[in-house]
């Protein structure tokens, strides 16, 4: 391929302007929203809007003009806490409003903690914003039609699918055989009154009377570590209810390799995990139904993202191809479905969508984050990165999408890491140090009890920053830490044959064994981690002609992603060296892309669209990928 | 509806010539035909071809042409008996192949027993003849193709599921979720070596190596009565096994109406009429493949035909619209279902065809019937009639095709008639009347234990035809009888208050009790029956604006029309008075129509055509339907 001419870029970018507004705000720490009347409290990064924290967590705010503050329809009121008042704010709310504390959510970045209400929603929207500031028209593929039919008699013999489909004849859909059994019951016992039920071009059901105004559907954001259901009313485009839990295939391995390892171990492991998976859809589909109230039968499709090995296991497709050289995916789309193969049980005839995969390590998860961010109609320089334990990234400039995989390994799940954990309760999730002492944050507020991936990330870049590792992530000697900070030095100490820095001293000061601690070659493993990533980023910026400098935002993906300080990123050269306010917490954007395709039959088109528009970079083809990996280990 | 000119025909039919040829041929009577080396003993009426007579009990012969003795594939040898040299014998064989026996089976119309010696299939046709004289071109639903394909590696990436479609890019193939679970791992153990299977537009399988060779498919004939299951090789056209039973919904009642009245008494009755269809196709199923020595996966797909309530009882649809006033259907079409929907173990991706309905008694095996009998294609005035319980009509003149639906009631199938009983062992089924003495034909060659319907309606036309009965259905009295036909008035007797005429004494003459007679009673079951008949074809000829003599074919279809005497059916006015040769058995043709849709995309495409060709008369709404029925309860 010929090396496209490198393009020089007029950088203008609203982060920089921003950045410039809140001085305080260094990409790191973590806030505290708590919203009412929900009564739910979440922690979301610095910086990230108030529309996008309650819409993540399934909190439903009006919008319909993609956050940009000109619908004018987000309306919350800060009930404790501070947001400063924006132009817009001006334009949409009067003196008094302003003083009480009303604000547009998608326009409010919050930079402390905050108490926040959000009012019921008022109107029924032509379209609703998802993602990551997307506008999505409401097209779902899910329509329903009330009508009321002329009786047949001896001179109208018509047959009741036929009067039924006449009375809808701008659709055509093919009536699926649960359709059939119901009709010729439903509409004589509903008196010729009743309610069409289509889902894209099948004819599912016929209720009774007129249930026009209900429309639920559910999207399955399918994580190999953290599985999230949400539960959609697609005439409002709207969360009705969120749920997540862990993958119940964890015992079978933490990441997708170990799990396709087990597969091949024992022919009877393939069926197991696909039960798994399916129960684990079944149970948070009961979760997310009970919690709003909707009868399971009245959920008419679902929309499912993964990547390419949790779909695989899914559908009980033999995942090996997947972990070998070289490395093959199965199928990029998978036929529509029914609900209950996936073990879901809703409307007994509904379908399901899975979104497609672009390659064995670039799979529906990214398919969907790269819709919901916009990556395909964004103008500008943007790179999107979903960090795991494969690391996904796509870079974009609205003419050319291209993407790749990179190995990136455990560490950011917390696995090989000797005091990782996952995000959980006692996990450390940020750290910073001055020089007289360590300051954590613990999720839960509770005694800690390890460190998770975006603890790990702070910790070095913290080490790194105050000097007690050096750009090639040595731990620095005993007599040099005396010697730059006194008070510190004494957490450098030797556990075995390895050095550690200790965090967190359980109990009495030097009980090493059971502190919270970052050892060397947990370093070393988060570099390896990190130098996988950046290669992958290196490369594809290359590929595209552009320099790093030119990356107008930076998407940071996924359920650990988006938790990551973006000020440690950038230090340990995890992402590229840009203004900090360019480095976005995108959110879960796997779960989102699922709902866009649920909202708008247009953005499911756009997905498979993607197939075509999204050029695959196979990295560990190429010969100066080792190179750059060696080169990128340091730190910058 | 204005009603349209009256034409006048000039008439020319082949089968008047040949009645002037066959002079003994008076339309009564059973043949008996042994097929070699099937080692197959089947009876048929006289002037049926041996091609059809094979056929219809599934024994292949070669055939192209559609019957027309233009291929000169269809060489059979008559090895007892005899069969007269037609001018196309004198084209395909030599004066030695001729002295042989030697004779094309389509031109060979039966006239005594025969035993026939069928050459195995020497060529893979392009077109097979099915039905009433259809040539069907090859064109089936299955495909296989045979591939090679080229190993990924890391430069090659290409999807397993992308790569094999790119192999057969002629065919834009749906994938099932069945083969995208076994690609994967068929392609790798077979070595990248696989044979694709196709049906339709969905791909279900991959077969590892080349098995291009086998493609089976599955007809069904699924009768109220009987249901008959045919095992085809679609790449010849030819049935490999043919399998019959009774329906094993028998015991909820012999005809449709008492099955819908037994759903409609208790709600636990459809679901168990369902569970018994699927059991009955199911075992037919296992008879077919054990029978053929053919793997049941192995069998990719089936079609179905069926009157509109066992279709309904079949797929769990509440009947009761069909059985009571205003007589509506659910609906014309199925959507294409899964073999295991129907209960059907084959392969398990197999797709079902169900053939469509055109009303609620004009069901799909009527539109099977008018594809195989090619009503809708031939230029010919013909009049189709599948005699039974709910007797269907279709008159077509190759421009328009009529159809209406005529309530029988049960005494064709030997219902409501004192010594009444189904076509099976001991059953009477050929009677002939001479002044001395009565002469019949039983199934089985056993003692007469009853009367099928053919044998009922020979019996009353002989009596008619001898004086017995007069043109009004009324036996005549002792004295009359005695002088008419001194030897057969001892026949006439009286059972309690009826009078009774004796077909066969049981035990000592005078055992009336357990003799087989026919009664008056019977004789008005009768008269209703072919009354209500009659009328529909009047009315449907009145509707076209033709006469009755214009006739120049009358179809009689049907497990039991097949089997009637044309003869009889004239005597007493089941049919137009035509010269004999114009009344012609068109066999099991519901099933003819199945095994075609499955030969041909084109056929099937006919089969949904006809859906728009055929306008349904409904009688019951006619205001003189009840004065021509009165009319026409008198014998001609």
Known sequence: ?????????????????????????DGTGRLRLHFTPADREVRVPPAVSVFDAASWNGIAVDSTCGGHGTCKKCKVRILDGSIPVSPMDQRAFGPDQLAEGWRLACLAAVHSDLSIEIPPLTTRPKAATVGVGRQVILRPAIQKRYVELSEPTLSDQVPDVDRLLAAIDDLEPVVSLHALRRIPTVVRAA????????????????????????HHALAFDLGTTTVVATLLDTTTGTPVAVASMLNKQQPFGGD??????????????LPRLTELAKDTLAELTDNVCTEAGIDPGQVYEIALAGNATMVSLLLGIDPEPIGVAPFILSSRTTPTLAAADLGVAIHPAAPAYVLPSLGAYVGGDIVAGTLASGMDRDKRLRLFIDVG????????????LLSTAAPAGPAFEGGQIRCGM???????????????????????????????????????????????????????SEEAARELVPKLAGRLVQIGEERVFVLHWAGAEGDVAESTYISQRDVRELQFAKAAISTGWTLLL??????????????????????????SAIRIGLVPRLPVLRIVSAGNVAGEGAKMTLLS?????????????????????????NDRFVDLLAFP
């Not at 982060?15 to 809140?22: G, I, K, N, S, T």
């Not at 087990?262 to 009877?268: E, L, S, V, W």
């Not at 002492?437 to 998770?452: K, N, T, Y």
């Not at 290359?542 to 000020?567: I, K, R, T």
Request: hydrophobic fraction near 40%; include cysteine.
């Open 191 to 214: 008196d010729w009154k009743v309610t069409a039920v289509i889902v894209d071009d099948q004819l599912i059901d016929v209720e009774p009377g007129d249930t026009s105004a209900t």
């Open 422 to 476: 996952r995000a959980a309760d006692g996990a450390i999730e940020v750290v910073a140090l001055t020089p007289e002492d360590v300051e954590l944050q613990v999720i839960g507020d509770v005694e800690p009890r390890g460190l998770c991936g975006s603890g790990l990330v702070d910790a070095v870049s913290e080490l790194v920053r105050i000097g007690l590792l050096d750009r090639s992530g040595r731990l620095i």
């Open 1 to 25: 391929m010929s090396e496209p001419p490198r393009r020089s870029r007029a950088i203008h970018v609203d982060e920089d302007a921003e950045q410039a507004a809140h001085p305080e705000w």
């Open 542 to 567: 290359e590929e595209m002609g552009v320099e790093a400098q030119d990356v107008q935002q930076v998407l940071l993906a996924g359920s650990f992603g988006s938790y990551l300080s973006p000020a």
């Open 601 to 625: 039959k247009a953005e499911r088109a756009g997905a498979e669209a993607l197939l075509k528009e999204v050029s695959y970079v196979e990295l560990s083809d190429r010969p100066d990928f």
């Open 389 to 400: 334990t494969n690391c996904e990234i796509v870079l974009g400039d609205g003419e050319r």
């Open 256 to 269: 997708v390799i170990t799990r396709i390892s087990a597969t091949m171990m024992d022919p009877d492991v």
